[in-house]
Structure formats: C-alpha cells, structure tokens
C-alpha cells in the first residue's frame, strides 16, 4: 500500500507564493509519475502540473506561474506557486503512480488534500 500526504498549503495574499511539499511512502518499487490537482468549490478536479520522467506538463492557468520538481531518492514532489490569484483557491492533492514490485503490479494513490486560499 502506498501512501500519499500532502503538506504546504494555507492563506496567502494575492501576488503571494507557496510551495506545496508531497510525499510518498509505503511499497514503491518505481514511481511514473507524480502530479498536483486542484479542485476549487463546485468545479471538477482538474491537472495542475505534472512531472514524468519524460519531462513535465502545466495546465496553461498556471503556466509560467508555478513550477513542479521532484526529489526521486525521496519519493517527493513539489509545486512552487508564483503570483497567485483568487482563481487558484482550491484543496490541492498530490498523486502518484507506480509499481509497487518487481512483477509490476501496479498502485495509484491520492493524498487527502491541502487547502490554498488566495485573499483579494
């Protein structure tokens, strides 16, 4: 079993920043990938970045904005967030997919979410 906490969030003021820390434990033989989402009052829960390791993908809402790195002896991952605005207010979760042995059964674990609120 794999587990997956997320750590980071809180109240920032527009124009502020944060950095949201995840990590991954428990029976991992290799990690796929390893992603933030967002799910904001009402709305779907939708990709933020995501970081593989054929490179790493942005929702264009947060392009240029935020920064996803991954810390792989770890089992970490990071999303630096620049120049907030209200519209990134949402619980943010971290997940992450993998094997978790070497017959490559698989595993794709969510964490129970932080909050990021972006005051106007």
């Known amino acids: 079993q794999v587990q997956v906490a997320e750590s980071g969030g809180g109240l920032v003021q527009t124009g502020g920043s944060l950095r949201l820390s995840c990590a991954a434990s428990?029976?991992?033989?290799?990690?796929?990938?390893m992603g933030w989402y967002r799910q904001a009052p009402g709305k779907q829960r939708e990709l933020v970045a995501l970081?593989?390791?054929?490179?790493?993908k942005y929702a264009d809402s947060v392009k240029g904005r935020s920064t996803i790195s991954r810390d792989s002896p770890k089992n970490m991952v990071f999303l630096q967030m620049n120049s907030l605005k209200p519209e990134d207010t949402a619980v943010y979760y971290c997940n992450v997919d993998g094997f978790r042995d070497s017959d490559y059964n698989t595993f794709d674990s969510w964490g129970q979410g932080t909050q990021v609120t972006v005051s106007s």
């Open positions: 970081i593989t390791n054929a490179g790493t």
């Open positions: 428990g029976t991992i033989f290799s990690i796929n990938s």
